[in-house]
């Protein structure tokens, strides 16, 4: 469980692509590694390296972002996927407050031919049944 400092912490990693000519890809990478926050953890001989960024906030990562995208040689640097624990809390948060049976479940004047769904019950069965079992 995390404290009150942790929980008001912002923590983002985030992945790039960074394209290069191919020439230019040593260079590159160790000029990458030398950025604080920044790791590279794969390059190919196309010219593409794979670097994750750690920050503490958006505007933080979004400045390391710029910065390899002005490195000499860099053709484009794309993010790729981002996570923010603050998003992870609010979601969890939401989650936990959501109650467990759609209210359409619970109208006893409902058919069941009535119903429609296209989704899948077996995730929301797992967490139902892992709620009761922590209680």
């Known amino acids: 469980m995390q404290n009150e400092n942790e929980k008001s912490q912002d923590f983002n990693v985030s ?15 160790e000029e990458i590694e ?3 926050q920044t790791q590279c953890h794969y390059k190919d001989e196309s010219g593409k390296i794979i670097v994750t960024i750690e920050s503490s906030n958006v505007d933080e990562e979004i ?18 996927y981002t996570y923010h624990n603050s998003e992870l809390e609010v979601l969890q ?33 797992d967490n139902i049944l892992n709620k009761k079992r922590t209680k």
């Open 34 to 36: 030398k950025i604080p």
């Open 63 to 80: 400045r390391i972002l710029k910065k390899i995208e002005r490195l000499k040689g860099v053709i484009s640097a794309q993010m790729i």
């Open 93 to 125: 948060e939401n989650i936990q407050r959501q109650d467990a049976v759609p209210e359409i479940l619970k109208n006893d004047n409902l058919k069941a031919e009535e119903i429609g769904y296209s989704g899948d019950v077996q995730d929301k069965i």
């Open 15 to 29: 992945s790039l692509v960074v394209m290069c000519k191919g020439e230019d890809i040593q260079r590159l990478w």
